[in-house]
């Protein structure tokens, strides 16, 4: 039953959401141009319930929880094919029916779809950033690995980050955006540090997510992290820091002998030393107080239950890092920026893939937005909305992929129709919604496939 609460329930209420918003936009302009709508469907297959208003509509919930359709009138099923009496319709019906109705009325109704996902992007993440506000790290460098790229590349610790890449950097978070999709690419950097502008250049590691993966791109990886104080945000009841008695608010000043600047140096120097006692002194106000504390062993497991690795833990967090919160019209802006932000990271993502540079294992499917779903809702509230505008964005971005069967396919018959000033033949457009379907199939499995190695499903049928 945990996995119903954790995982599916909240995979269901963001793709439901989801769906219907992408659904309702095809189904308004729809309307709005005189078509009528057979039926509006949240999943497919058999339906579980419903109800049909008074324009003839039929809204249901069906049960296959994957997607969601419109039927317009005329339409053959939920691929909005013609059926085969639109050809022997009655005026009266031509008037109804979405193939009857001009070449920018049918475009119109199918990019509703997708421009409504993008719309809706922007309404979520500016509603959040209005009331919860934009998570804001400063670009400050906390923590720069030995061996690291921005080691190698001249970065140390305390180095403010004003320009990555020829972008102005305002938040920590984009220097990893950037980052993580350039590995192995040199990069111009521009750095304050003691007052002064420096110039270098950083080449971020390949770095794979899976530990099983070998070949491909990877993502970008700096080895930095962003300055955190070390200040105990919160002591975890019954931890090796309640017993200790550190509190909220006490700031770390040696941890083992060694002096900390960030809450990452007392990290590093906790997880290696897991039942061993360490000396660890702090201030608390004025007053510097020495303790020692003993970190409690923590087994790291895998998908499989298998031991990798101990480590040693305190039961202390950082303070939350800061969010700043706008006003109406500046979160307004700041969730369309996050939205261009993100939809260039994933065209630029799906090109590397295309090209062969990125590997096509960072491809996920229900499986993965699922788990990332579940993820999402035990981080909190925030991290759940801020997935669910994401999310709305990539379907967005997805649905506008000049697939046929897709929105994206109809737009791109449109675009032909317009310019042969005539439309594609019926046969043209029967083999390229075949082709599209066995895209998008094809895709789907692929996608799953993916799933099933990240869970490493396989690895449980050995024997």
Not at 10 to 18: A, C, D, N, Q
Not at 68 to 85: E, N, R
Not at 374 to 388: E, P
Not at 420 to 431: F, I, N, S, V
Request: aromatic share 10%; net charge positive.
């Amino acid at each position: 039953m945990d996995i119903l609460w954790t995982y599916i329930l909240p995979f269901l209420i963001i793709l439901g959401i989801l769906v219907f918003v992408h659904e309702w936009g095809h189904y308004i302009v729809a309307r709005w141009n005189g078509v009528k709508v057979e039926v509006f469907s949240i999943g497919f297959g058999r339906e579980l319930f419903g109800w049909t208003d008074k324009t003839g509509t039929r809204w249901k919930v069906s049960a296959i929880p994957l997607g969601g359709y419109v039927k317009m009138y005329g339409d053959a099923g939920a691929a909005s094919t013609p059926d085969g009496s639109v050809k022997e319709m009655s005026p009266s019906e031509r008037k109804q029916s979405f193939h009857h109705k001009s070449l920018g009325q049918r475009a119109a109704i199918v990019f509703a779809g997708p421009f409504i996902n993008y719309l809706f992007a922007i309404l979520v993440l500016g509603t959040l950033f209005a009331t919860a506000g934009q998570q804001y790290t400063p670009p400050v460098l906390g923590r720069v690995a030995q061996g690291g790229a921005a080691a190698s590349g001249g970065l140390k610790p305390g180095d403010k980050i004003l320009s990555f890449n020829g972008t102005r950097i305002d938040r920590f978070e984009e220097v990893l955006q950037i980052a993580a999709l350039r590995p192995n690419e040199s990069l111009p950097i521009v750095v304050q540090r003691s007052g002064r502008k420096l110039s270098l250049t950083v080449k971020p590691k390949s770095r794979f997510l899976n530990r099983r993966q070998t070949e491909g791109q990877g993502i970008g990886d700096l080895g930095i992290t962003p300055l955190i104080q070390p200040v105990i945000g919160e002591v975890l009841p019954g931890s090796a820091a309640a017993r200790a008695l550190l509190q909220a608010d006490d700031r770390f000043e040696r941890v083992n002998g060694k002096s900390v600047v960030t809450f990452e140096d007392v990290r590093q120097q906790v997880l290696p030393n897991a039942g061993k006692p360490l000396r660890v002194d702090v201030r608390r106000g004025k007053t510097l107080i020495s303790v020692t504390v003993t970190p409690k062993a923590h087994q790291l497991k895998d998908k499989t239950g298998k031991v990798v690795r101990t480590i040693g833990l305190l039961g202390v967090r950082a303070k939350p890092r800061p969010k700043r919160v706008y006003g109406p019209l500046e979160a307004t802006w700041k969730a369309v920026e996050e939205t261009y932000t993100l939809a260039v990271t994933t065209g630029v993502a799906i090109g590397q893939m295309i090209s062969g540079t990125r590997s096509s294992r960072d491809l996920g499917g229900p499986l993965r937005i699922a788990e990332m779903s579940g993820n999402m809702a035990q981080i909190g509230l925030y991290a759940f909305v801020w997935f669910l505008g994401a999310l709305s964005l990539h379907l967005c971005l997805i649905n506008l992929l000049p697939v046929p069967l897709l929105d994206g396919g109809h737009l791109l018959f449109y675009g032909i129709e317009r310019l042969r000033g005539k439309p594609l033949g019926d046969r043209a457009q029967e083999y390229g919604f075949r082709i599209g379907l066995a895209l998008v199939l094809t895709l789907m499995i692929f996608a799953t496939w993916n799933d099933l190695l990240h869970f490493r499903i396989f690895d449980f049928l050995k024997f």
